[in-house]
């Protein structure tokens, strides 16, 4: 009796024990199953304050990139809340964006949303989404584009410049506006024109393609061409050279239609080219023409 109960006491345990072990594994298995993903379904981890510097051969920098990213192992790089840096002769453009993304191979830089690239000088560059190619020291949109400075602003739809944004091409719809810092009587100077415009900050010039049209208080300029040249120390417009069939029209509404013109501002001169033609309502020719007329 005593030996059977002995035995069905040792059955129980060892029942027990693997009861227990199955519910181990069961409990180890589900746990797995549960937190176990597919590669495609893993979330990836974010990655805070990704850094990365690209130098030239001549061990030079060439860019910096910092912002936050989730793949800093793939070719291409998803970035939030992006700061990247491109150098041009030592002179580095400084540019923000919401989001973009960094092409290791072809060392190329996309970026969107609230893009802003300014330069140490002050020239300011903004736009919703911008291409950046370090190596070749370009920035290009085909979105609408402002850039700012000094006292003198431009829009205008598609933009291609330097890296160091010291040379600008804007593609068409342009509209630039020129403070007159010195005579707040005059207002502004606003020219616009179908484009492409391109500004060359370092030689202080913009040549105005197609549709021109020049104005302020003082009158109205209309051709198909216009050079503007700009005095960096008064920050003034010294001198207009216009092109194809130039019309001056002042105030009283007098026009003169000429080939060609240049206005030299700093002179008050106006010097008029090839076949030209006057149509006066009111005053004599020159004080409707300006002084010093050619």
Not at 84 to 110: C, L, Q
Not at 233 to 243: E, F, L, T
């Amino acid at each position: 009796m005593i030996k059977r109960l002995v035995f069905i006491f040792l059955a129980l345990v060892v029942f027990y024990v693997f009861f227990v072990q199955m519910q181990v594994v069961i409990t180890r298995k589900h746990r797995a199953e549960q937190g176990a993903e597919k590669p495609s379904e893993q979330k990836p981890q974010r990655v805070l304050s990704f850094s990365f510097t690209k130098y030239t051969p001549e061990g030079q920098r060439e860019v910096e990139i910092e912002g936050d990213s989730a793949d800093i192992l793939s070719n291409t790089v998803h970035l939030m809340n992006v700061m990247a840096k491109a150098y041009a002769e030592e002179v580095p453009v400084t540019v923000t964006a919401d989001r973009g993304k960094y092409d290791k191979k072809k060392n190329k830089i996309h970026l969107e949303k609230n893009v802003v690239a300014t330069t140490d000088d002050g020239t300011r560059l903004v736009t919703e989404a911008l291409d950046m190619s370090p190596s070749e020291h370009v920035v290009e949109t085909d979105l609408p584009t402002q850039v700012k400075k000094d006292n003198i602003n431009v829009e205008g739809t598609g933009a291609r410049a330097e890296t160091n944004l010291k040379k600008v091409k804007f593609q068409k719809n342009v509209t630039v506006v020129v403070q007159n810092t010195e005579d707040k009587e005059t207002g502004p100077t606003t020219i616009t024109c179908d484009g492409p415009l391109v500004v060359d900050y370092e030689k202080n010039i913009a040549h105005f393609r197609d549709n021109v049209v020049a104005q302020d208080s003082r009158g109205k300029l209309t051709a198909d061409t216009m050079d503007v040249y700009y005095n960096r120390v008064s920050r003034r417009i010294s001198k207009i050279v216009s092109a194809g069939d130039v019309v001056i029209e002042n105030p009283d509404g007098n026009k003169t239609y000429s080939d060609s013109v240049i206005y030299l501002a700093d002179e008050g001169r106006i010097i008029l080219g090839g076949d030209t033609e006057a149509l006066y309502f009111t005053g004599d020719a020159n004080k409707a023409l300006g002084k010093g007329i050619v």
